[in-house]
């Protein structure tokens, strides 16, 4: 009866969703619900923490200066509100993850502390 029992939790807990599911690496999942809360609020200097410079938009590489000036292009209201209900996509080759808003991508890769918004392009 035990063994059932026991059996049956064990089930119950591999069964139960966990938050953050659709993300894979726990460690993307806080990263990611904070660079959400600095885009949405306009904080640019936080994005820009989170932000690995020289960063790659389009095709110019920006350094943090540029990124700063542009960063209410990058994060237009159409970017927020995309961002806000996006799903990121785990590359299988390597530590990053995608997002894609519309015709653009945004790239977050892992680094020695931890993950960073690296590049934005178009998607091909």
């Known amino acids: 009866m035990k063994l059932l029992i026991a059996t049956a939790l064990t089930l119950l807990v591999a069964m139960t969703p966990i ?3 659709g993300i ?3 460690s993307f999942a806080p990263f990611w619900a ?3 809360t600095a885009v949405a609020s306009k904080n640019k200097e936080a994005i820009a923490a989170m932000t690995k410079f020289p960063f790659e938009y389009l095709s110019d590489s920006l350094t943090k200066a540029d990124f700063m000036k542009k ?3 990058i994060f237009s209201a159409k970017v927020q509100r995309c961002l806000r209900d996006a799903k990121p996509v785990k590359a299988d080759d ?3 993850y ?4 519309g015709q653009t991508i945004f790239v977050f890769e892992k680094g020695n502390g931890g993950y960073q918004f690296t590049d934005v392009g178009e998607n091909d």
């Not at 995608?98 to 808003?101: A, I, K, P, Q």
């Open 19 to 21: 938050k953050g599911a």
């Open 24 to 26: 894979k690496d726990e």
């Open 34 to 36: 904070q660079f959400k």
């Open 71 to 73: 960063c209410d292009a």
């Open 94 to 96: 390597r530590d990053s």
């Open 98 to 101: 995608s997002v894609f808003c």
